[in-house]
């Protein structure tokens, strides 16, 4: 046998080669900044965008932010025009209200089944005019809200809702629900929007691409007993306090005690509460210091020079660009730094909080007598991984978010080919390296989609 | 004020401490975030348990009635150190300084040998007394003995300026 003949032996051994098509288009599953920054880069690009969100308005949890660090710009002010240029790009599909039912396929070629949650009111023939919401009976939780405020069955998400439609909660809606046979926004749209007969709808469409971008959740302080979240009303998370300090906020953008309905003196935050905790999280949630440093100077600048700061911290990490700089200006607006995290939180009848804590460079126990606390949660990975990590085939790191392919060398991508993460399902980070890495994973995305076709083993 | 010490039972003072501000020439001076590094080479440490930082942050905090009348403040040697070396241009040494002012002004007890410093430069115009000293064949000299010109007392006029001065703290 030449040397030929073997080669020609061996190439019939090996497995035989397929390739495969690669579409140019691409799934973004979360509408979030993360969601917002990817699609807008690839279509830009040229490809096509399906973008999937699973709440009726994208936006994720930068638009229930007040204000940014370290540049102190109105968080809303900098997300809205993106927002808008989704909602308007001619390469974008927004598919808002919409979960991720099945995916299958290989990279280059993904089959997506998504289903599309009916919200009673026709997207196209909503003039986002919010006539119904004032005629609703039932009032509900404001989710966008955190609960602080009651807004009606029928209701935008947001006040910054994109696409401007508004939603009707089947499980709150008279006649949803079958309670009653209730039309009152029927009546009162104009464009016929509301249909209550609206069912969900399943789409199918094709992909080359996927990134995965649906964030994290923020950990609630109610599991720490010590702290006292859930049972003193004056003890508030930060998240709750975003959108206090918001202008659209529940409190029009007054700093209240939610027990007396005053303002407050003495303003207590407690960093670390859930993460840095091998209770719960062990991990740091990256943002938690100077989310707190933030609030601090808002603080300031809302109740003025006479209101008492202080912050409960274990380490003080500002790392990022101009983020040491901040931390030099909450001090130098008489922000009170304490080091120590309190042990406990106890509250006298009439909302006074009692916080104990030991001061490490004092060696003094001190206690503090506060009007309100707030809890600098930290940022953690979301229950629906579990769910996503089987659909997507994409495994989850220790820490429970979803795992990069290499932490270092491979940060945009998934373990699983044509599968890229950005954000904060890959590891807690805050608005700045979320955006970056958002850029990075569309980068990595084009790199996939602008070949014609992929190869693939077939074994 | 809502802060105690439940250690010292203290309670902060915010007149005390807008009075030291007062006395300080920027607020850049207490922008301390407790690196330690000042206590860390602090010469007075060492042997008298001086902690810069520990006060600083004492100040910032308004507990400042103790640190008053405790004797520690006294035992800064004004070497400087701190002033020189802190990351954040602190000034442990500048607070202290002016933690004694109000301490003076308050007619806090102050230690001996400040006020003998202070009759010594009355009398002689120096802040340490002139003293003999040994040689190595053991034999105790004065000025007088090594031919060194003597040391002028200072003038009627230098005593009237001093006294005043001390009036005005």
Known sequence: MNVEQTVQLLENELPSKRETKVEKSVLVVGGGITGIQVSLDLANAGFKVYLVEKAPSIGGRMAQLHRIYPTLDNSINLLMPKMVEVAEHPNINLLTNTEILEVNGVAGNYKVAVIKKPRYVDENKCSGCGACIDVCPIYVSDRFNEGLRQTRAISFYSPYSVPKVTTINSEQCLRLSGKENCDKCLKACEANAINFEQKQKTFNFNVGAIIICVGADVFDASKMPELGYGRFKNVISNIEFERVLDDYGPTGGKILCPQSGKTPKTIVFISCVGCRDKRFYQHCCNVGCMVNLKQAITVREKLGDDAEIYICFNDMRAFGKGYEEFYEKARSLGVNFLAGIPAEVRSSP???????????????????????????????????????????????????????????????????????????????????????????????????????ERAILNH | MSLTDLTLMAKPNGELYKKVLGKLAKTELLECFQCSKCTGGCTAFKLLELIPH????????????????????????????????????????????????????????????????????????????????????????????????????????????????????
Request: net charge neutral.
């Open chain 1, 350 to 452: 009439d909302g006074t909080l009692y916080v104990g804590v030991y001061e490490k460079t004092l060696n003094r126990l001190l206690e503090l007598h506060a009007d309100l606390v707030v809890l600098t949660n930290g940022v953690i990975p979301r229950e629906e991984f579990a769910k996503l990590s089987e659909l997507f085939h994409v495994p989850r790191s220790t820490d429970g978010f979803l795992q990069e392919a290499h932490s270092k060398l491979q940060p945009f991508e998934s373990p699983v080919a044509g599968i890229f993460l950005a954000g904060t399902c890959q590891g807690p980070k805050g608005i700045s390296e979320s955006v970056a890495q958002a850029s990075g994973a569309a980068a990595k995305a084009m790199v996939l989609l602008s070949k014609r």
């Open chain 2, 54 to 169: 520990e006060i600083i942050k004492l100040v910032k905090l308004g507990f400042i009635e103790n640190l008053i009348e405790s004797g520690i403040i006294w035992t800064c040697v004004s070497c400087l150190q701190c002033t020189e070396r802190c990351p954040q241009r602190a000034s442990p040494y500048h607070v202290i300084t002016s933690l004694r002012n109000i301490a003076v002004e308050r007619q806090a007890k102050v230690p001996e040998a400040y006020l003998k410093a202070v009759s010594q430069i009355l009398e002689t115009g120096l802040m340490q007394p002139i003293e003999k000293v040994t040689t190595k064949k053991m034999e105790t000299v004065d000025r007088e003995k090594l031919n060194l010109p003597k040391i002028k007392y200072p003038s009627e006029e230098f005593k009237a300026i001093f006294l005043k001065a001390l009036e005005g703290i």
